[in-house]
């Protein structure tokens, strides 16, 4: 338990639903991200927020919408993906903004396949 | 473009074996840390080296850094079946700030009993 819960663990959508993806820290930190991990690639950075703030879009298609209404929740809305996005979706948090020791708490992940 | 690298991309030893893994980047950093992720799991933060520091030590776990050649070294000592994982560094960016950490493609190490 890394006090990052990420919901739901699996998810399985056609190219037209809308789902989200959804994160939560129970750990009082003041940055959260979206990675993306795909098979055989890097970790890939798509967004992070620091004090509720989006400070990084990493390039990210528009048919994935983040949203961080608090510090502690973390959203990632998805509308018409493609299957090429199917993938593990990991958040993380960080105590990021003035000072900390830099290091992200991961969740589990949620794997997403697109049909 | 991919800041860090890890090498090798597999490694498979015996139980109570050593097992070396190493990371290049590309940018200067600020600290460099090393992460390791069961099959399907989240990551799970190993240790973290600043860039002012040469060698660090967490357990059976020895990190060092070389930032003159922009690598460094994830040694992992006595090692038991439960090591089995992958394993990735990740850097950060002092042109990007301080919440970009870019991770690489990971070592996937296998130990078998």
């Known amino acids: 338990e890394t006090g990052v819960t990420q919901t739901p663990r699996h998810l399985v959508m056609g190219m037209t639903n809308k789902k989200s993806l959804k994160c939560e820290q129970h750990?009082?930190?003041?940055?959260m991200y979206w990675y993306k991990q795909s098979a055989k690639k890097p970790l890939e950075l798509m967004f992070v927020y620091s004090l509720e703030e989006r400070v990084e879009n990493n390039s990210v298609p528009s048919r994935f919408s983040p949203e961080c209404p608090n510090s502690s929740h973390l959203f990632l809305h998805l509308h018409t993906l493609q299957p090429e996005d199917s993938a593990l979706y990991l958040c993380a948090s960080s105590q990021g903004a003035g000072g900390g020791t830099g290091e992200l708490f991961f969740g589990e992940g949620s794997r997403l396949t697109v049909l | 473009s991919q800041q860090g690298e890890e090498d090798p991309q597999a490694l498979s030893i015996q139980e109570g074996e050593n097992a070396t893994m190493n990371c290049s980047y590309k940018t200067s950093i600020n600290n460099l840390q090393w992460y390791r992720q069961n099959s399907g799991r989240g990551l799970v933060h190993l240790i973290l080296i600043r860039s002012n520091e040469r060698e660090k030590h967490s357990g059976r776990l020895r990190v060092t850094l070389d930032t003159s050649k922009k690598s460094s070294s994830l040694l992992i000592t006595a090692s038991r079946a439960a090591d089995t994982a992958s394993y990735f560094c990740a850097t950060d960016d002092v042109t990007s700030g301080t919440y970009k950490y870019i991770f690489g493609t990971g070592t996937r190490l296998k130990v078998l009993a």
């Open positions: 750990l009082g930190h003041n940055a």
